[in-house]
């Protein structure tokens, strides 16, 4: 009982850093696919914008300006606003240049929106607060009708008319940024430098050099936030089975003195304690990755919209290197002072 309980303590910082990155790669992944799905060529925000955001608002003027441009065939301004912080977004456009640019939508349920008092969601948003076409949902402080829901990974979640998402959020004449559509992809690269030099304020990128950028490390405080969470599971490691495994030692002290009395040596019986530790630690890195599917599960069930997840497999043996690591530091001193016993003592002891 000690063990299985020493295995699920050292389980949930198992846990606990899996669905991190889990969370950080999902959310990352699944921006990359919608910004990727637009169709768009290159991207153009405001200036002083970072990955995730945008720095104030760019003239809706000049987005005409740019089809003026060589080798520049499509502009489309959008409005970015935020719904519930940096997880869940809406956008305004324009869907007549939105379905130029990349087709359109796919409509699982209902139409595109005609009144100014209508939306469309994706399927996971529509999942995640049980909606459906014709439902009444309240978004920014108002009631808005679903017109139609649509398939994920295209855009955004909950897309508005361009104008009146502008109004709603005293943007008029203003966009959050502009996509544009070149009329050959072996043009990018020039058209890129060409509007860096006539807008060297502009934050401009080719769309596969942003996508590039959805990487985890590229996530400010990130990185430093998995460093915190990795080291609490190095210390719950450590703690739980340093006091597993001295309790383990004090009940086996008898054992401990057998053992020695029959020519055992420090090393040997260091040897022993060490393995059960390991165990431990590949146990419970084992039942933290079932646990991590499990978290993924009740995500992706309750707040799949909010909060995608994913599956990384990559990190399965850096957070067992961690909790077996932990692990063995905490049996380390159990380990050398049940080698010390000595073994008349031991035999001796009730």
């Known amino acids: 009982m000690r063990s299985l309980l020493s295995i699920l303590l050292i389980a949930v910082p198992v846990t606990l850093i899996l669905t991190l990155v889990g969370l950080s790669h999902g959310m990352l992944e699944d921006s990359a696919r919608r910004t990727r799905s637009i169709g768009a060529d290159i991207i153009v925000r405001p200036p ?20 003026e441009q060589p080798h520049i065939k499509m502009a489309m301004g959008v409005v970015n606003q935020p719904v519930q912080g940096v997880t869940l977004g809406a956008t305004g456009i324009d ?34 607060i049980g909606a459906h076409v014709g439902s009444t949902i309240p978004i920014l402080g108002k009631p808005w009708r679903v017109a139609g829901i649509i ?4 855009l955004a979640r909950i897309v508005f008319p361009l104008d009146v998402l502008q109004e709603l959020t ?37 769309a596969e050099e942003l996508i590039s950028m959805y990487n985890p490390s590229n996530i400010p405080a990130l990185r430093e936030f998995t460093i915190v969470v990795m080291a609490i599971g190095v210390v719950i490691g450590f703690a739980v089975v340093c006091l597993s495994m001295y309790m383990a030692v004090l009940q086996r002290t008898r054992e401990i003195g057998i053992l020695k009395s029959l020519g055992s040596s420090k090393g040997f019986i260091l040897r022993i304690i060490l393995i059960e530790a390991a165990l431990l630690g590949f146990g419970g890195t084992l039942l933290g990755i079932l646990m991590s599917y499990g978290a993924h599960w009740l995500i992706v069930t309750f707040v799949p919209a909010s909060f995608p997840m994913a599956i990384v497999p990559g990190w399965w043996p850096v957070a067992g290197a961690i909790t077996i690591g932990g692990a063995l530091l905490g049996a380390l001193y159990p380990g050398l002072s049940a080698a010390q016993h000595d073994p008349i003592e031991a035999l001796a002891y009730e």
């Open 48 to 67: 002083g914008s970072t990955l995730l955001t945008l720095s104030g608002g760019i003239s809706s003027k000049i987005v005409d300006w740019f089809t």
């Open 95 to 128: 869907l007549d240049k939105f379905n130029a640019m990349n087709g359109g939508f796919t409509y699982l349920q209902g139409r595109p929106f005609r009144a100014r008092n209508e939306v469309l969601i994706d399927d996971w948003y529509a999942t995640q």
């Open 151 to 154: 398939a994920s990974g295209k």
């Open 170 to 206: 005293s943007n008029t004449g203003k966009v959050s940024q502009i996509y544009l559509k070149v009329d050959d992809p072996k043009n990018v690269a020039a058209v890129v430098q060409l509007l860096k030099s006539k807008l060297p304020d502009y934050s401009i990128y080719s």
